[in-house]
């Protein structure tokens, strides 16, 4: 059988060893040390000649926490608006206002040259056209020519550019070609445009879609281009070459067919359609040898006429014949 070992107890005495403890727990030590003090001291053996004497108080300081205490604090505020130097730099997004440098005065701001604003330019030419700057900006515009070109002076050759532009609006039936020239390419094209919307005219089109007429009422000769359109029934579009498919993007055509015969130049073939779409050719007073001048060749030819012109040229009412889809 096993055997059952039994040893004696000590009895709990006070410690020589002094204790520290943290600051946190102040109330807890004090609460501790008086309920130690309370036990009396007993010795580990029952022999009165094994004690020992307890050691007499040092005055060491003790590990005993300190009472608590705070340290002033006031807190400093940045600048707002700090300076951004070189040095120390300081991030900014770019929709913000730098500190460094100050926006200067309305007065102070540098002016161009009035040939050389864009605003005035658009400011007069919406006066002359009678059109807002908004219509102006929301014209169709079409650059079909830029090129660099040179003439021969006594200082030599002097490069310059030049383009055609193609202005219109679709909705109110308008188209005009304007040439230009700059000493670089969007110059020459600012001089076009504007020498296009000054140059637009009305295209009547039939059912707002098409042309009027057939035949020689729509064949136009310009130099050595010559060009012929035909109107063309609802859904079938535009079956043109790429010069005369910009004049009809820009005035509000939809169906019609045409083909060049001859040169193809373009500025040829531009003229003639154009000479085409406005009509109204030939009117009296030019080209008669008065004032040793001939007429422009803008003004040679009938041009596509409309019903209205047909019926007033006859003093009958026409009549619309065959079937309408």
Not at 76 to 91: E, Q
Not at 148 to 170: E, F, I
């Amino acid at each position: 059988m096993s055997k059952h070992i039994t040893r004696p107890l000590r009895a709990i005495g006070s410690s020589s060893r002094t204790i520290r403890r943290s600051a946190s727990t102040v109330a807890e030590s004090s609460t501790s040390s008086s309920s130690s003090s309370d036990l009396p001291p007993t010795s580990s053996s029952s022999s009165p000649s094994s004690s020992t004497p307890s050691e007499p108080p040092s005055n060491k300081p003790s590990g005993l926490p300190r009472q608590a205490f705070s340290i002033p604090y006031s807190p400093v505020p940045r600048l707002p608006n700090f300076p951004n130097t070189y040095n120390s730099p300081i991030h900014k997004h770019y929709n913000h206002p730098s500190p460094l440098f100050s926006p200067p005065h309305p007065s102070k701001y540098p002016t161009t040259l009035e040939d050389q604003n864009a605003l005035r330019k658009e400011q007069k030419l919406s006066a002359i056209s009678g059109l807002s700057r908004e219509e102006l900006r929301g014209l169709n515009r079409f650059v079909v020519r830029s090129r660099k070109v040179q003439h021969m002076t006594k200082k030599g050759k002097m490069g310059v550019n030049q383009a055609y532009v193609v202005v219109g609006s679709p909705e109110r039936g308008l188209v005009g070609l304007g040439r230009g020239r700059g000493h670089n390419g969007a110059a020459a094209a600012d001089a076009a445009f504007h020498k296009a919307v000054l140059s637009m005219d009305y295209v009547n089109r039939y059912e707002s879609r098409t042309l009027w007429g057939e035949g020689k009422d729509l064949t136009g000769k310009w130099g050595a281009a010559k060009v012929h359109l035909r109107a063309r029934p609802p859904g079938f579009g535009l079956m043109v070459p790429p010069m005369i498919h910009r004049l009809f993007t820009a005035c509000g055509i939809k169906d019609a067919s045409a083909m060049i015969t001859g040169s193809r130049n373009r500025p040829d073939v531009l003229k003639a359609t154009i000479q085409i779409l406005h009509g109204g050719g030939n009117p009296s007073g030019f080209g008669t040898g008065l004032f040793g001048k001939k007429g422009p060749r803008e003004n040679k030819g009938q041009g596509m006429r409309s019903k209205e012109e047909i019926e007033r040229e006859r003093g009958r009412y026409g009549v619309d014949v065959g079937r309408r889809t």
